[in-house]
């Protein structure tokens, strides 16, 4: 098991910008796909993107692409989410998540992720 902290959540205006970082600890970061989920009131939990163990591919919701960018550093244990041009509608509790398990396509189920982090608020003001 692996555990994952978020840092970098916040009040931003529409139009700005905010990185989100999550740090992982207890096994090496390269074991796992790694997936940012968000999760607005009364609302379900969606995938905003992921990324390979090896950096190669990324996959990301239609909502946050050309916008967003995931990014991971392995030496480190991170994995960034880099927040663009952010709108009223990003506002949300976001996780990170891990993925060990070998796969052929990156997973989008939320249920495939096996560890999770405790969240960060990102707050959007229009």
Same mark, same amino acid.
């Given at each position: 098991q ?5 840092s970098? &959540?916040?009040?931003? =205006? *529409?139009? +700005?910008?905010? $990185? ?6 207890? #096994? ?6 790694? &997936?940012?989920?968000? =999760? *607005?009131? +009364?609302?379900? $939990? ?6 390979? #163990? ?16 995931i990014?991971?550093?392995n030496a480190?244990?991170t ?13 949300a ?12 396509t ?6 495939l ?14």
């Open positions: 692996v555990q994952l902290v978020e970098g &959540g916040g009040l931003v =205006q *529409a139009g +700005g910008s905010l $990185r989100l970082s999550c740090a992982a600890s207890g #096994r090496a970061l390269n074991l796992y796909i790694m &997936g940012w989920f968000r =999760q *607005a009131p +009364g609302k379900e $939990r969606e995938l905003v993107g992921c990324i390979s #163990r090896n950096s190669d591919n990324t996959k990301y919701a239609d909502s946050v692409k050309g916008r967003f960018t990014s991971r550093d480190k244990n994995v960034d989410l880099q927040m663009n041009s952010l709108k009223p509608e990003d506002a509790v976001y996780y990170c998540a891990a993925d060990r398990n070998p796969r052929f990156l997973p989008i189920d939320s249920n992720y096996d560890d999770w982090g405790q969240g960060t608020q990102v707050t959007v003001s229009s």
